[in-house]
T-cell receptor
Framework: EDKVVQSPLSLVVHEGDTVTLNCSYE??????LLWYKQEKKAPTFLFML????IEKKSGRLSSILDKKELFSILNITATQTGDSAVYLC??????????FGPGTRLSVLP | DTAVSQTPKYLVTQMGNDKSIKCEQN?????MYWYKQDSKKFLKIMFS???????INETVPNRFSPKSPDKAHLNLHINSLELGDSAVYFC???????????FGPGTRLTVL
């Protein structure tokens, strides 16, 4: 069965800290891994990763994929209170399936 | 200029009723999806449509049926609603299957 696991499930940090969120997966036919940020409403897209070892960056956020070890990390540097959200990892199984992990709830305290 | 819109935003109804949730996207995408997010915030795919053909159908009860009148719309019909159907339902679209998905604002369904 296709599976996506995220850790930690929740995390509390202070502004300015750096955090690393983890996502590991087991799918039969991997195509891509996506990261989303969900605040109060709908998830919003952050990154799509298809190749190992190539870091994707957007401001203070960055992500990288390891297809050999079947995981990805999402880094957030110099966290701000606006980074507080649930971060979702999802894996696309070549259009056969699209599986989301349970999410990591990040709380950034002032 | 809403990219993916859903109506209604909130839906409160009694057990046994039949209801529909509408979804429209103005992005010109070829694939649309329905997700259910339960009280534990777990997001699970229910259906996806690519060019009006169903390409994923997860193990959801057949009381749920997607209907796509055209490429820009994917409506969700639910018959004989049950308490366990209470959740937030998200519509999403992507250019093609597996591409970045854009989500609608969600519909919070409460079954009494």
């Amino acid at each position: 069965e296709d599976k996506v696991v995220q850790s930690p499930l929740s995390l509390v940090v202070h502004e300015g800290d750096t955090v690393t969120l983890n996502c590991s997966y087991e799918v039969t036919n991997f195509r891509s891994l996506l990261w989303y940020k969900q605040e109060k409403k709908a998830p919003t897209f952050l990154f799509m990763l298809t190749s190992s070892g190539i870091e994707k960056k957007s401001g203070r956020l960055s992500s990288i994929l390891d297809k050999k070890e079947l995981f990805s990390i999402l880094n957030i540097t110099a966290t701000q209170t606006g980074d507080s959200a649930v971060y979702l990892c999802a894996v696309d199984n070549y259009g056969q399936n699209f599986v989301f992990g349970p999410g990591t709830r990040l709380s950034v305290l002032p | 200029d809403t990219a993916v819109s859903q109506t209604p935003k909130y839906l409160v109804t009694q057990m046994g009723n039949d209801k529909s949730i509408k979804c429209e996207q103005n992005l010109g995408h070829d694939t649309m999806y329905w997700y259910k997010q339960d009280s534990k915030k777990f997001l699970k795919i229910m259906f996806s449509y690519n060019n009006k053909e169903l390409i994923i159908n997860e193990t959801v009860p057949n009381r749920f049926s997607p209907k796509s009148p055209d490429k820009a719309h994917l409506n969700l019909h639910i018959n004989s609603l049950e308490l366990g159907d209470s959740a937030v339902y998200f519509c999403a679209s992507s250019q093609d299957a597996g591409d970045e998905q854009f989500f609608g604002p969600g519909t919070r369904l409460t079954v009494l």
